[in-house]
């Protein structure tokens, strides 16, 4: 009997673990939208037509997010910064994005849809859209907050 011990223990012991294991996979969730479930706002700070919808988290809060903007065809947003990265992928349309302390439209280069950017912490940039909506997923870490370097 004392030579089954062990083996019992061991069997007891592997039980816990797929029940706990079990438990825990059973309490996680899917979060699924279709688009119809996304829920579009217009933020206080958006002035010109944009509209954000949070996906996951709170940009506004801190902590990891991500939201999706809808920017009108023919919109400008000129030059500004973030507080932290801007991790940005074209979902529809094209966005135009420019590097610098002033909107130049020169400066301006075209990501179409599936375009992935990252534009670093405290990097002065300024978008465009041109003749159509575009709609961009932005996610980041932190609280989402826009330094704006010209008006």
Known sequence: MAAARPLIVAAVVALALRSSAGTSEATRQVTALAPRDIRWFTPSYYTDGRQRAQLRGDSSKGGSWIDRVKIPGGSRVLAHTH???????????TWYLGIGEKFDET????YPAGSFI?????????????ESL???QASGDGVFH???LER
């Open 83 to 93: 507080p932290d990265d801007e991790v940005v992928t074209v979902m529809e349309g």
């Open 134 to 136: 575009v709609v961009v």
């Open 107 to 110: 400066k301006l280069k075209a």
């Open 146 to 148: 826009t330094d704006y």
């Open 118 to 130: 990252i534009i670093p912490a405290r990097v002065p940039h300024f978008l465009a859209t041109r």
